[in-house]
């Protein structure tokens, strides 16, 4: 029997799941795997293509294996794109990364993060508007934690300093 086809949108508007590439069969196949040591990095910063967008053309060949947008933070499972944008979700639009540690560091990701976008703006990235839209990083674990706390104390005392930075640091819900 054959596996019907996703539609485009569905493809395109996909919550993260544990595979972090677009197939044609979401529902089955094998995860993409990454060298041993590889790591993620989870991060929220206005709409989730331009934040993509910008971390492949830096970041390319520069130790990035992986990056894939999806809804994150959220208590709606598998929300839809009107869903999401109506506010009622609490997700935010969020880029995945899979690096590696030892060509580009966690630190190096957060503070090309900070530098990409304003993140004194609450709920709001350029002419985007709305909770989605939140400037919010997602750690997997203690360290990662750790470092975001002091770059996001580094970037407000030393980068930011006319405004409040109100970027958010939260424990990484769940993937859907």
Known sequence: MAATMPTFLTRLFRPFTSSTRMGLNPDGGAARSFPEGSQKATVAAGCFWGVEHLFRKTFDGKGLLDASVGYIGGDTKNPSYRSVCSGRTGHAEALQVVYDPSQVTYRQL??????????????????????QYRSAVFFHDPEQESIAKEIKDKVQKEWWRAGNVVTELIREFELE
Do not use: C
């Open 110 to 131: 957060l503070e090309f993060f900070f530098k990409m976008h304003d993140p004194t703006t609450k709920d709001r990235q350029g002419g985007d508007t709305g909770s």
